[in-house]
C-alpha cells in the first residue's frame, strides 16, 4: 500500500464497495455471497483460494473482480510442466552489459490470477509461498519487492478431479479464504444463456475503482476498530480447534489473524467503523475450513463438509463477549 492511502469516511467507502459488487454481480449471477467474500478478502490484504468443480464460474469471478479495479493484473495457468522459474521470473545473462538481469514473471502484479493451482506439482506451487506471506521473491540470491497491494486468486478443483496435487498445508494457510461457488439456481442459470448467447459480459465491464481508491479503501479496512473482546473471542475459537479431538490439525497464529483482518474488511462492507461477533461467526467458516485436518484423515477422515460442522460445533461452544457494539472506537 502506498504511502500517501488514507481511511476514508465509511460512507464513501460504502458506496465505493457497493460498486464494486454491482459491476462483479454484472458478471457473476446469483452468488452476493461469494462476491462479497471475494471483495472482503481483497480489501483485508489477504489470498482468496475458490474451489469448485469445472464449469461453475471460478474463473469468471477471478476475472471479474480483477476488472473492476484499476490495477495491474496477471494470469497464470497452473499446469503439470509449470516450473517455479515460469511464475517468479530469471536472470538472464546480457552480453550488452556483461552482468544478469532479473526478468521478472507474471507474480509481478496486484492481483494475480492462479488458474487451477492444484494441477501444478507441489514443488512449483511452492513458488507461491514467498511472495504470498512476505510480498517478495527472491531469485539467485536476489530480493525483489512485490507493488502493493498483491493479492493471489487461486482456483482449484476438488482433490478428487483427475490429474490434481492437494496443496501443501503451508500452501493453504496462506489463503485469508476459502469458497466455492456452487451451481447456480435455475432462474439465474436461465438468465445465463439468454445474456451469454452473443458475448461475454466480461467484455463489457470496466473498472468502477481507480488503484489509488483502492489503497484508500485498504487504509480504511486497517483503521477498523476491534475491541479486546472481540480480540479474545477469536483466540478462544482458534485455540479451541488445536485441541479438538476430532482435530489433528489445528487453527494456525496466522489464521487468528486473518480471521480478524477479514473481520474489519466485513465490518466496514457492512457501514460499520468497528468489529461485532457476529463478524468473525460470519467468517469462520471460510477462513479456518482449509486450513484444519480431521483426525484420521489418512483413513478417509472427514470431508470438507465434515470439518464445517466441527467448526460450527466448536463456534456454538465458544462464549460470545456481549456488549460489543456499546464500546467506543478509538
Do not use: W
Not at 61 to 79: G, H, K, M, P, Y
Not at 198 to 206: F, G, K, Q
Request: net charge negative.
Amino acid at each position: 500500500m502506498t504511502n500517501d492511502a488514507a481511511p476514508l469516511p465509511i460512507g464513501d467507502f460504502h458506496s465505493l464497495s457497493r460498486a464494486i459488487v454491482a459491476a462483479i454481480e454484472t458478471v457473476i449471477d446469483g452468488k452476493r455471497d461469494a462476491v462479497e467474500l471475494a471483495l472482503t478478502t481483497l480489501l483485508a490484504e489477504g489470498h482468496l483460494l475458490i474451489e469448485d468443480v469445472p464449469g461453475v464460474g471460478k474463473t469468471m469471478l477471478a476475472r471479474a473482480l480483477a476488472r473492476s479495479v484499476d490495477c495491474t493484473v496477471n494470469r497464470i495457468q497452473f499446469t503439470p510442466d509449470l516450473l517455479p522459474s515460469d511464475i517468479t521470473g530469471v536472470s538472464i545473462y546480457n552480453q550488452g552489459v556483461g552482468a544478469f538481469e532479473f526478468t521478472p514473471g507474471p507474480i509481478f502484479a496486484n492481483l494475480v490470477i492462479g488458474d487451477e493451482i492444484n494441477r501444478a506439482s507441489p514443488k512449483t506451487q511452492s513458488a507461491l509461498l514467498e511472495s504470498m506471506e512476505e510480498r517478495q521473491v527472491t531469485v539467485d540470491g536476489r530480493t525483489h519487492r512485490l507493488d502493493l497491494p498483491f493479492t493471489v486468486v487461486a482456483t482449484q478443483n476438488p482433490i478428487e478431479m483427475e490429474g490434481t496435487y492437494p496443496l501443501p498445508e503451508a500452501q493453504r494457510d496462506r489463503f485469508m479464504v476459502r469458497i466455492s461457488m456452487g451451481y447456480p439456481d435455475a432462474l439465474a442459470e436461465q438468465a445465463m444463456l439468454r445474456t451469454r448467447e452473443s458475448s461475454s459480459p466480461l467484455e463489457r465491464l470496466n473498472p468502477v475503482v481507480s488503484l489509488e481508491q483502492l489503497n484508500d479503501m485498504i487504509a480504511t479496512v486497517r483503521d477498523i476498530y476491534v475491541s479486546t473482546a472481540v480480540e479474545r473471542y477469536a483466540v478462544a475459537i482458534a485455540q479451541a480447534t488445536r485441541v479438538d479431538a476430532e482435530l489433528r490439525l489445528g487453527a494456525s497464529p496466522r489464521a487468528t489473524l486473518q480471521l480478524v483482518r477479514a473481520a474489519k474488511a466485513r465490518a466496514a462492507l457492512d457501514g460499520r467503523d468497528f468489529v461485532l461477533p457476529d463478524d468473525i461467526d460470519a467468517l469462520v467458516v471460510p477462513v479456518l475450513s482449509h486450513r484444519l485436518i480431521a483426525a484420521g484423515r489418512a483413513a478417509g477422515g472427514a470431508s470438507s463438509e465434515g470439518i464445517d460442522a466441527i467448526i460450527r460445533r466448536i463456534l456454538a461452544a465458544t462464549p460470545v463477549p456481549l456488549g460489543v457494539s456499546a464500546e467506543a472506537p478509538r
